[in-house]
């Protein structure tokens, strides 16, 4: 069984530049959720994707957009970085029904 | 809105010592709960969880938690930690039979055991 995967691991942008990260499902999964965990902070939800359609948004602005494909991969982007966006951005995969979340280990994102 | 309070930012222990990690949680409805670590460079990684039944759950390496509805609390604990259960812990919670629910966190409690 395949663990949640995301790629890539450390990334470092500019502010007013954008981003995207990407992440695969665990094998049978076929929820995806977004989190950003700042330093020192628990993980905030951004997003959940299922059947490809946002299925739940947090409180984040639209710059922060997401995809899911058909094979439940997702993607998460963010257009016009700002210096806070500077986090550890997390993909949680699970199955539809079930509550359980699995994490992937992050995308380490610095806006300078 | 839900929200997760974690009562402590940083604990210090000794090796064999107890462990209590205090959580609370605010919503009304049904929830399912969990504790997350974090070990140091390893990913968020399921403990334990609730979801119904007996409130006294057990998990991973040792670990316990108690869900005591009445007072919205599902408090994690261990009767003697080790040097390698420093890490990260967090207490989160969802909505439970909601589509599209997210993890709602608490920001976290810092667990250094030494040996």
């Known amino acids: 069984e395949t663990g949640v995967t995301q790629s890539p691991t450390h990334l470092i942008k500019t502010r007013g530049q954008q981003v995207t990260l990407r992440c695969s499902s665990q094998?049978?999964?076929?929820?995806v959720s977004w989190y950003q965990q700042a330093l020192g902070q628990g993980p905030q939800f951004i997003f959940q994707y299922y059947r490809e359609e946002e299925n739940g948004r947090g409180n984040f602005p639209p710059r922060f957009s997401g995809l899911q494909f058909p094979n439940y991969s997702s993607e998460l982007n963010v257009n016009a970085l700002e210096l806070d966006d500077s986090a550890l951005y997390l993909c949680?995969?699970?199955?539809?029904?079930?509550?359980?979340?699995?994490f992937g280990p992050g995308t380490r994102l610095t806006v300078l | 809105a839900q929200s997760v309070s974690q009562h402590n930012h940083h604990v210090i222990l000794s090796e064999a010592a107890s462990l209590e990690l205090g959580c609370n949680y605010s919503?009304?409805?049904?929830?399912?709960l969990f504790w997350y670590v974090q070990y140091p460079g390893q990913h968020l990684q399921l403990l334990l969880k609730y979801f119904s039944g007996d409130p006294l759950v057990k998990g991973i390496k040792g670990f316990e938690a108690e869900f005591i509805k009445s007072k919205f609390s599902f408090n994690l604990r261990k009767p003697s930690v080790q040097w390698s259960d420093t890490a990260e812990y967090f207490c989160a919670v969802n909505a439970r039979n909601q589509a599209g629910t997210a993890l709602i966190f608490g920001k976290g409690t810092t667990l250094s055991v030494s040996s």
């Open positions: 094998s049978g999964h076929n929820t």
């Open positions: 949680a995969s699970s199955l539809a029904g079930n509550n359980e979340q699995f």
């Open positions: 919503y009304g409805g049904t929830v399912n």
